[in-house]
C-alpha cells in the first residue's frame, strides 16, 4: 500500500499533498504602502530586503518608493544630486535595485516623486548642482524659480517650493518624471506635493502663495491686468490651479507616450470638511489652500490611481467624520479611474486601522474603493493598544521591519486580519485594452514658446453637430487632450489661418498623436 502511493507520487498519478491545495488568494485590491526616504526602506540591499519580505508578510502587492525627496536622488540615471545622508552611498541607484527586488517578489513599485518641495533647512544643501543652489532665494530675475508670498519671502512651513507657473520650473519637473520612465522598469510614477505649499495664514478664500516674479508676469500679460492680485482674487486662483494641472498633464501623457502600461497616481489632498456634492468640491482645501483640482484630474482621465491622504485619528471624533465622509464623496467621484484610500498609519493604533480599512471596504451603493494605501513604512511604530496620544512615528521604540506591518496579515487582539491572504493587484482595463488616445503638441511663436494660446480640436468629416473642443497651451507651448476617440481630426490655432497654424492628425488608441504648430504674429 505505501510503496504503490510512493510509486503513484515518483509517477504523477498523485499530487503531493502541498500541490493538492489550491493557492488562497483574495479578489483583487490594491494593498500598497508609501516608503519615505527620510527613514529606512530602500537606501541600502539590505533595507531594499526587509522592506520586501515585510511586505510579502502583510500580504500587499505594491510599494510607493520615494526616490525624490528635495531636489535629490536615490537612482543614478537622472540629473540631480544623490541624497545626502549617512545612511545612502551615492553611487548605489536604489530605484534600480528595488524595482527588481520588487517583482522578483510579485510586487508592483511605483516611483514616489516628490514635485514642488526644493529645500526646508536654513543652511543651504552641499552640492552645488542642486536646485536651491542655482535657482533659489538668492537668484536674481528669471533664475528664481522658487514660489512666495505676496511680500517676496519665499519660506513657506513646509520649506520652500518651486513655483510651476514658472516655465522653467515646470519644464525641468517634466523631465524628472520622464526621465524615470526611460530607464527603470518601474510601473508607475506617482505624484506627491503636486501643489502649492500650505501657509500658517488661513484665508476665507485663497492662499499667499504664487508669488513668483515670472508667474505674475505671465497672468498679467495674459489676462491683461498690472496690479498684484489678492490671495483669493478667483482668476487667480483659477491661473494657479492651472499651472498645477499642466504640469500633472504634460507628465500624464508624455509618461504614456514613453510606456502606455504606465500608471499614473498621486498623493492627494483631503483636508478639513469634506464637500458634499459635486460642486461643493471648488470650496474645499484642496482647491482652496494649494490649488490642486484632483477631481479634475479623475475627470479628464489624467491620473489613473487617487490616492487621498485620509490621515484621521481615529479617537478624534470629528476628524473621524471628516474621514468618513471623504472617503464616501472619493468613492462617488471616481469618474472611472481607481482610487486607494491613504490611511495614517502613524496616528492610530493597529486596531484603529483595521477600524479603517474596514469601513473603506465597505460599499456605499454602488461606489466602492479599490484599496487603501499606508503612510508609511517607517510609521507603523504604532502607539499601544489603549494609547490616544497619536504621535508621530519618532515617538515610538523601533521594532524589526519584518514585524511592523504584521498586524495586517495577522490580526492583533480581537481584532481579525484584513489581509489574511495574498490578493492581485486590479486591472486597470483603460490601460490594458485602451479605447481612447491623446492628442498633443507644441506651439512655438514669435515670443517661442506661444503661451496660453487657445488650440481647436475637432473630428473630421461629417461634423455638423460636433463641436471643437478646445485647450490652452502652457507656459512652455505644450498642449495637451485625453479621452480621445480613435478617428481624424483637424487642429488649429485660434484666430489663425496661415500655413503652420494648424494640422490634421489620426488618433489610435492606446497612442499620443502629434500636432505641432505655430503661432504667428498678428
Known sequence: MIAGL???????????????APLQVDLPEIRALWVDAFHAGIRSPHEADELVAAAKRANLNTLFVQVRRRGDALYTKGVE???????????????????????????QVHAWVNAMPTWRDEAPPKDSRHLFN????????????????????????????????????????????????RNYAVDGIHFDYIRYPETEERLPRGAAVGYNAANLARFRRVTGRTDVPVPGDEAWMTWRRQQVTNLVRRVSIEARAINPRIKISAALIPWGEPPRDERDFEDVAPMQRVFQDWHQWLKDGLIDLAVPMNYARETDERVRGWFDGWIRWEKRHKHGRQLAVGIGAYRNTPTHILDQIARVRQADGGHRADGVSFFSYASPQQPSEGTTDGAGPAAF????AA?????????????????????????MPWIERPETGWIAGIVNGPDNPADSVRVNIKRSGFALFRRAKRVE???????????????????????HDEDGSSAEVVVEAGKVSRADMRALAR
Do not use: C, M
Request: proline share 13%.
Open 81 to 107: 544630486p544623490p541624497l545626502d545622508e549617512a545612511g545612502y552611498a551615492p553611487t548605489f541607484d536604489a530605484l534600480a535595485y528595488i524595482v527588481e527586488a520588487g517583482h522578483r517578489a510579485g510586487l
Open 473 to 495: 497651451t502652457d507656459g512652455n507651448g505644450y498642449f495637451g487632450l485625453t479621452n480621445v476617440k480613435p478617428g481624424r481630426y483637424r487642429v488649429w490655432l485660434d484666430g
Open 6 to 20: 510512493v510509486l503513484a507520487l515518483i509517477l504523477g498519478s498523485i499530487p503531493p499533498a502541498e500541490a493538492q
Open 134 to 181: 542655482r535657482h533659489g532665494p538668492s537668484a536674481a530675475g528669471d533664475d528664481n524659480w522658487f514660489t512666495s508670498s505676496p511680500a517676496g519671502d519665499p519660506k513657506f512651513p513646509v520649506g520652500y517650493f518651486v513655483d510651476p507657473g514658472h516655465p522653467a520650473v515646470a519644464a525641468y519637473l517634466v523631465e524628472i518624471y520622464l526621465n524615470i520612465v
Open 397 to 400: 521604540p523601533p521594532r524589526p
Open 403 to 427: 514585524e511592523q506591518l504584521a498586524f495586517l496579515s495577522e490580526g492583533v487582539g480581537q481584532s481579525p486580519a484584513a489581509f489574511a491572504r495574498a490578493a492581485p493587484v486590479p486591472a
